[in-house]
């Protein structure tokens, strides 16, 4: 090991570089976007970094591989960090990637068991590619390095970096929900998976929910481990070493959201979205293809308030983007073929005279529409049954630059528990009171708006990326924990047992 070199290695499933074929069949790479990558590359570039991932080709082919790993080469030259592909067969790729990822611990997790699939061959291709990253990131790690590995797709590497004798820090964010322990216990091997995790030195978290979950089933499943809290953190000993566990709300680049949506060219595209809506209000929902994000609830949602509530006819226009994902799989194939249905079901019963209900967009927007959206619709409706953060919900509160604009938001998504106090909050699977909501938003006097919004806005603003960022790594190595900044804990509490006046207030 080289002991002159000190950085930092960001592991994640794939790298922040898309790789694909152009039309003369040569390798090119797409650098990826997104928060994680913008937060982190700085740090990268500052202490001099190494990021891991899988480079998206799925190939048995060593000489593909080994061409892929030449063009990242190249790209690590500009980037000013080394990029470090984990080569993965096709084999590989459908059972460790859409099988056990995709298709056990992503709809386990998201409380949606009768979408999993729990197939032992799975679990045993999930334990060997996290092995392959362990393997790749003990080549690559020097003396004093600090490893951050990232999410739900390898949860196992901590665990396997240990057994390979690798003594750095090595630290874990988990982006998706962590269970309760009832759902937990229906997992496979769910003893090697919890114990496996204690193999990282830090495990955050989006809110403190997940981390009281994930402290239950330590408790109740891993014998002698011993938990205690200091400050916000909690602490679990065991076999000799100390486990940090914390809540790290993500965040967003709260400045540069705000800043582009002021941008003319995002102002002049809100204008003219309005120009061909006039005197409505336009209500926003925007996600990718995904059963957890409850879409089809949302729209059945929208079918009630327009039966209970005829003012809002002509009045309101639903506009839903649908990010293409995962569409070779039949089970999100059928959920886009559910809401084509509704969305049609919907527009023939209520169309008329040139108002069209629900305006469907099934593509990826460039960011400028995607921003022209957030800026100029006057209700997001962002209602997943289950959400890790849900980053929607806070760039579209960064966006609405006038404040006037109102948010109703799931209570199971993460970013709930920052936004309650500005969002309206629902219960996404109760199809009345989200429809409710909608006409309560319709209906909220500019002034109750700009103070939810104002509200959210603070928040956003405070608790952005780097922000996430800073609070992770300084808690990871903070030697004195009873300094480390006390974050806010929020339970969620559901909204009949909040009083509205409280729940409207600062
Ligand atoms: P996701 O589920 O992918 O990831 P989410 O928080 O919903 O993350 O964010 C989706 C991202 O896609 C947003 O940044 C948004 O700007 C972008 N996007 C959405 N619609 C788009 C469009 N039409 N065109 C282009 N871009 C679009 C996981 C977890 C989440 C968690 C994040 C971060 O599942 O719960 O919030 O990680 O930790």
Known sequence: MDETRRGLIVVSNRLPYALSRDEAGRLTLQPGAGGLVTALVPVLRNRGGTWIGWS???SDDRQLQAEAARVLAGATRDAGYQLQPVPLSHAEVEQYYHGYSNETIWPLFHDLQSQCRFDPEYG???DAVNRRFAETIARHARVGDFIWVHDYQLMLVGHHLRELGVTAPVVYFHHIPFPSIDIFL?????????????????????????????????RTLVDGAR????GSLHLIRWEGREIRVGAFPIGIDFEEF??????????????????????RQIILGVDRLDYTKGIPHRLEAVRTALKRHPEL????TFVQVVVPSRVDVPKYARLKEEIERLVGEINGEFTQGGWVPIHYVYRALPREELLAYYRTSEIALIT????????????YCACTLEDNSVLILSEFAGSAAQLHRGALLVNPYDVEEVADAIHRAYMMPSEERRARMRRMRRVIRQQHIFWWVDTFMQSAIAKDLSDFPVLEEYDFIPPERVHPEEQSSG
Request: glycine fraction near 8%; proline fraction near 4%; aromatic fraction near 8%.
């Open 313 to 316: 006819h002509r009045r309101l």
């Open 56 to 58: 998206g080709i799925e």
């Open 258 to 279: 705000a800043g582009q949506a002021a941008q003319e060219e995002v102002s002049r595209r809100a204008w003219n979205i309005h120009a061909g809506l006039p005197e």
């Open 124 to 126: 045993r291709a999930y």
């Open 384 to 395: 997943p049954l289950q959400d890790g953060m849900n980053l929607v919900a806070k760039e």
């Open 186 to 218: 229906k997992l496979p091997r769910r003893s090697y998976v919890i114990r496996a995790l204690l193999g990282y030195d830090q495990l955050g978290f989006q809110t403190a929910r997940d981390k009281r979950n994930f402290l239950q089933c330590v």
């Open 227 to 230: 938990v205690r809290s200091q």
